[in-house]
């Protein structure tokens, strides 16, 4: 299963198109006669009769109702209707049962005090800066209450300068540049989104000497060129503007005058100008309407037929004739955050954990990000709460959460997991989240330890279009949309892949700073749109364009609480390590692609250079100054690696022995089961929740200690783009050799680790049952 939710962050690489040609057999999804993983035969009766009355529960009018209330009025970290909301879910926690609260946290949260961006020659133009209401969208007129389009944690500032395009603002469109003789040192960039989070294109531009940056949303990817523009169609009309963070969250997400403490009250601040993850330069997000006069005014070469958006101007470089001036100032104020936290009391093992969670805070209404996300967890909790009611107990605590605070910078859930670091290290089993939600496939993301449970939930899941289950419908999709491999493996191997998890959403101070495995689910891929971080993410907007009967809300809270309930409920909680090898294996081959790639790069350059040397010898009176060669990339040893994969594939092997043996042969669905003692099964589950965590050090990765997960991290220069491995991978891409071997060997041994543990496990399972 590829991730893919709505919201633009997560966007899946496959094709967003509708299943068509690939034939799928219409039969609806049938009730499972095997034990879900982790269940011994005897203890799968009783969940399989519970999760039929579970699924049955949801009801997509509540779901289209919480919508409607909650994306009523702007509701962003701070305001009014966000503290409302919060206490209104945590009121409907309690009628349902719950034991629920709020956790309040005080973040810094910077809101515009003055915005002015305007061109200064060769012509004079002043940017709108607004977002025009539309009246057949009631909502989009709520100015009192709305957020100006801006990024967070921008620089104050007041630049002039010329102005330079920069494409999608990444390192490697300043390459190009840099091969055209173009400078941007003392210039205004002008960026458009895309091509990597919004965080990275000010970061970037700052590194390479720019006073300024801006942002546009071009209508090439994100407007008319894809269909018709709000209120018509789906798509950002001229107007409309992302908002959106650009914290240095790849460094450390949450608040950056507590990182690594909780942000309660009293907390222990440190002072702003000393705040490492604060943008450098002033950084503003505008419109393609303000964005067309500053692009129509640049000269220089024609920009390369890649960068060219679909705005009706010729895209030309720079710099200048151009010339801009933009001026930004915050009110840096701290924010009250308001978490509720709701939980159902475990019967048998309360002191382990399954945590489930979406936020709810949105830059303006947020219907679809990220209230089509927070509506479903809310009826999965009024429908668990009715279970209770009629006898279900879950065997574990169950952790039901709203963050606030999401959208500046995960600052709501990072200050809840920083609060409680310790205890969340001990206790939580698995964390699932959600990020808003649409109409087509289920995505899903994150730890290999969990892919073949997320597999077998989604075969019992049915989709609400095609009625086949929704494992069935998308495998067809990629054997529809893949070639090679991808599609060989969607018919061939028995789990669909999910993707690992880089950064963009509250999973991430879960599995990256604790090391507690996760999962990242949404609906998505048969709808499309332009209205992400604007005033048009409404309950008008997603009631015309999105999931309009609300039927993949219903299959959201089906899916995920379907997923909880077996997390709650299961013997033996159901991580599988056989997948996780093979992924693992499989990333040490991309490292060791990504070295040879670059060596044989620099050697073809070499070779060129060697080419023109010879060239210039035969003619004496040439006074070209020639490159200097590059040194070849060092051979790297990683036999370490290598040899950790092989330990962990056999430790999983042995597990999965030891675990069919445990459970009466249920987990491959041929035994009668049998019973394991509570004080062993407490045990051994405590043990099972720490296999993850060895994958993490608390030495935390290479300039950037907050992130302690050895295996998936944002990238520094792809911010919610997933570097797997990113040690080894991230030093080799920098060629950075010495730190290559260094991080070879750390993430060796803490696979090495993983695969130890995984054996005293195993053996303590096979104990168990003798």
Not at 207 to 223: F, K, L, N, V, W
Not at 666 to 695: F, H, V, Y
Request: net charge neutral; glycine share 8%; proline share 7%.
């Amino acid at each position: 299963m590829t991730m893919r939710s709505l919201s633009p962050r997560l966007r899946s690489s496959l094709p967003l198109v509708l299943l068509t040609a690939v034939a799928v057999a219409a039969t609806p999804v049938q009730q499972r006669t095997t034990s879900p993983r982790g269940f011994t035969q005897q203890s799968a009766s009783a969940q399989h009769e519970w999760e039929g009355k579970f699924r049955a529960m949801p009801d997509r009018m509540l779901i289209r109702s919480y919508m409607e209330r909650m994306a009523a009025r702007p509701h962003h970290v701070g305001s009014p209707y966000g503290k409302a909301n919060a206490e209104w879910m945590r009121d409907q926690f309690r009628s349902w049962g719950w034991d629920a609260e709020l956790a309040e946290y005080h973040v810094l949260f910077p809101t515009p005090k003055e915005r002015v961006m305007e061109l200064v020659a060769p012509t004079r133009f002043v940017a709108k800066l607004e977002e025009s209401a539309i009246a057949s969208d009631p909502t989009s007129s709520q100015k009192s209450e709305q957020l100006p389009s801006y990024n967070a944690y921008s620089a104050d500032g007041d630049v002039t300068g010329p102005l330079v395009y920069v494409n999608y603002g990444v390192p490697a469109d300043y390459e190009e540049l840099a091969r055209r003789g173009i400078d941007v040192r003392g210039a205004i960039v002008i960026a458009r989104y895309g091509g990597s989070w919004r965080g990275i294109k000010p970061k970037v531009a700052a590194e390479h000497g720019a006073i300024g940056c801006i942002i546009y949303s071009d209508p090439r990817d994100d407007g008319y060129y894809n269909g018709d523009v709000y209120p018509v169609g789906p798509w950002r009309p001229k107007d409309g503007v992302q908002r959106g963070s650009v914290l240095d969250m790849p460094v450390a997400p949450g608040d950056p005058l507590t990182i690594g403490t909780g942000a309660t009250r009293e907390a222990a601040r440190i002072d702003r100008a000393n705040a490492a993850t604060l943008m450098k330069i002033p950084v503003l997000p505008i419109s393609y309407g303000d964005a067309q006069p500053l692009l129509a005014a640049l000269g220089g070469p024609v920009a390369p037929e890649a960068w060219r958006g679909a705005l009706p101007i010729t895209y030309k470089l720079g710099p200048g004739p151009a010339r801009v001036h933009v001026k930004l100032t915050f009110n840096w104020n701290l924010a009250p955050a308001y978490n509720v936290i709701a939980r159902l009391q475990g019967s048998e093992f309360p002191d382990q954990w399954i945590v489930r969670g979406n936020h709810h805070d949105g830059w303006v209404n947020g219907a679809e990000d990220p209230i089509a996300g927070m509506a479903p967890e809310l009826e999965e909790a009024r429908a668990l709460g009715a279970l209770v009611q009629r006898g279900w107990r879950p065997r574990r605590t169950i952790v039901y959460a709203a963050w606030d605070a999401e959208e500046p910078a995960l600052l709501g859930s990072t200050e809840w997991v920083e609060h409680h670091d310790e205890e969340l290290r001990r206790k939580a089993a698995v964390y699932i989240n959600t990020d808003g939600n649409g109409r087509g496939y289920l995505g899903v993301g994150g730890s290999h330890s969990l892919e073949r449970f997320a597999n077998e939930v989604a075969k019992d899941i049915e989709d609400p279009e095609s009625k086949v289950s929704v494992w069935k419908r998308l495998q067809a999709r990629i054997v529809r949309d893949a070639s090679g491999t991808a599609r060989r493996e969607a018919r061939e191997r028995a789990d669909l892949r999910i993707g690992a998890l880089g950064s963009g959403s509250d999973f991430t101070p879960f599995l990256q700073h604790l090391g507690i495995a996760s999962l990242n689910l949404g609906y998505g891929g048969s709808d499309g749109g332009g209205i992400y971080h604007s005033i048009y993410d409404d309950f008008a907007w997603y009631t015309r364009f999105s999931d309009t009967s609300f039927v993949y809300g219903r299959a959201l809270a089906q899916t995920v609480g379907t997923i909880v309930m077996r997390l709650a409920n299961a013997d033996v909680l159901p991580y599988e390590f056989g997948n996780l090898a093979e992924t693992v294996r499989g990333y040490v081959t991309e490292v060791k692609a990504v070295r040879d790639d670059l060596a044989q790069r620099i050697a073809e350059k070499n070779r060129q250079i060697d080419d023109r040397v010879f060239e210039v010898t035969q003619d004496p009176k040439t006074k070209e100054v020639l490159p200097t060669k590059e040194p070849l990339p060092p051979v790297l040893n990683f036999a370490p690696l290598d040899n950790a994969v092989d330990s962990l594939t056999r430790a999983a092997a042995k597990y999965e022995s030891a675990l069919g043996k445990a459970l009466g042969g249920s987990s491959a669905s041929d035994g009668s089961g049998t019973g394991l003692d509570p004080a062993a099964l407490k045990t051994l589950n405590d043990q099972l929740i720490q296999a993850e965590r060895m994958l993490t050090s608390r030495e935390g990765l290479p300039k950037r200690p907050w992130f302690q997960h050895l295996l998936y991290a944002p990238g520094l220069y792809t911010g919610y783009g997933v570097k797997t491995l990113p040690g080894p991978r991230e030093a080799v891409e920098l060629k950075a050799w010495s730190d290559a071997e260094r991080e070879i060997v750390r993430a060796a041994a803490a696979i090495n680790a993983t695969a130890t543990h995984i054996i005293r496990v195993a053996d303590a399972l096979s104990a168990a049952t003798r």
